[in-house]
């Protein structure tokens, strides 16, 4: 079975640039989560989709973050315009349904991004 | 509000020493806990997971954690470590409604 696939794998680019990160789920896997991992902290969910509906953004920054799942597969986390304190592992992870109470989510490699 | 403290930043063991990694949360509804491992440039692979039942969890790779619902702790631990152990561990904690939260993370360096 294939896991959870993310790319790039890593990004350097200026602030106020954009910045986009692709990630594919695991096949028949109906829930996908962004997160930010700052270097030394854990990781932080920024986004969490169900199919393509949004079931948590609370932590998102709206202003210059947005993620689309438009067909309930694959999804796109985008950053416009980056700012330094960006610079992170953008790590996309995947779980079969997301309802049943300690589901397992599956993590992706991670996109390393660094902010100039 | 939920929250995750993992109050060893790094430990360092020789090889075939045995383990002890901390968890302590702050939640206030049943928590759902699992321990997690994340090695260089690799994404984060589940160790173990404790949701109800036992209270002694086994995992992966000879890991296994203990639930104490008075102490507010999820220790992992492991009785004899591998130079292959040497990782970074996160704890996180979620519960029905609730996000997934994860603690800061404790690196383990492992000494031949």
């Known amino acids: 079975e294939a896991g959870v696939a993310q790319s790039p794998r890593y990004k350097i680019i200026e602030k106020r640039q954009s910045v986009a990160f692709w990630c594919n789920p695991i096949s028949g896997h109906a829930t996908l989560y962004w997160y930010q991992q700052i270097l030394g902290q854990g990781p932080k969910l920024l986004i969490q989709?169900?199919?393509?509906?949004?079931?948590?953004d609370s932590q998102l920054p709206k202003d210059r973050f947005s993620a689309e799942r438009l067909k309930g597969v694959d999804s796109t986390l985008k950053i416009q315009p980056a700012k330094l304190e960006d610079s992170a592992v953008y790590l996309c992870a995947s779980s079969s349904s997301g309802l049943a109470l300690g589901e397992t989510q599956y993590f992706g490699p991670g996109t390393r991004l660094l902010v100039l | 509000a939920q929250s995750v403290t993992q109050p060893d930043i790094h430990i360092t063991v020789s090889e075939g020493a045995s383990l002890e990694l901390r968890c302590n949360y702050s939640?206030?509804?049943?928590?759902?806990l699992f321990w997690y491992v994340q090695s260089p440039g690799q994404g984060l692979q589940l160790l173990l997971k404790?949701?109800?039942?036992?209270?002694l969890v086994q995992g992966i790779k000879g890991f296994e954690a203990e639930f104490k619902r008075s102490q507010s702790s999820f220790n992992l631990r492991k009785p004899s470590v591998h130079w292959s152990d040497a990782a970074e561990y996160f704890c996180?904690?979620?519960?029905?409604?609730?996000?997934?939260?994860f603690g800061p993370g404790t690196r383990l360096s492992v000494l031949p």
């Open positions: 404790y949701f109800s039942g036992d209270t």
């Open positions: 939640y206030g509804a049943t928590p759902y």
């Open positions: 996180a904690v979620g519960s029905y409604g609730q996000n997934f939260v």
């Open positions: 989709f169900q199919n393509n509906g949004v079931v948590d």
